[in-house]
């Protein structure tokens, strides 16, 4: 079983020693807080990585991120504060549906540019920062797997 990681405004929360979460009526999203002598009445709503807890009256927003979506993440933003040219591998294997950019093109941070099918699902790889292409290593309609080099930024 992987850990999640919860956020709250972009701070990572540990999880409260001696606190407990008690579900009352988990399709409502109806839960209590236990410490062992109190109990907090808790309403929580959302799915996938975007989730809200109202408690004491307060709506907050929360994040939760898989070890995936946060080793992703980190990947990403390593990426994007690195200077030097940047390789970008495939994470999972699959089919390439679309390559939008030629070596020399220059991309901005977050542009799309290469489409990988995966499980029948299309996933966009995007630009970590903003650069040129300086190596296009893989074409529409080729088969790739985990960590194969798709493409270089310069």
Partial sequence: MS?????????????????????????????????????????VEGSGTNWHVTLAGRRIPVSVQSWRERTLAAAQMAASKAAGPVEIRSTLPGLVVAVNVAVGSEVAEGEPLITIEAMKMQNEVRA???????????????????????????
């Fill in 128 to 154: 970590p920062r903003a650069g040129t292409i300086g190596l296009v290593a893989v074409s529409a309609g080729a088969a790739v797997a985990a960590g194969v080099l798709l493409l270089r930024l310069d």
């Fill in 3 to 43: 850990r999640l990681q919860a956020r709250i405004a972009d701070d990572e929360v540990a999880e409260a020693a001696g606190w407990q979460l008690v579900w009352q009526d988990r399709g409502r999203g109806l839960a209590r807080l236990f410490d062992g002598r109190r109990s907090l009445p808790v309403h």
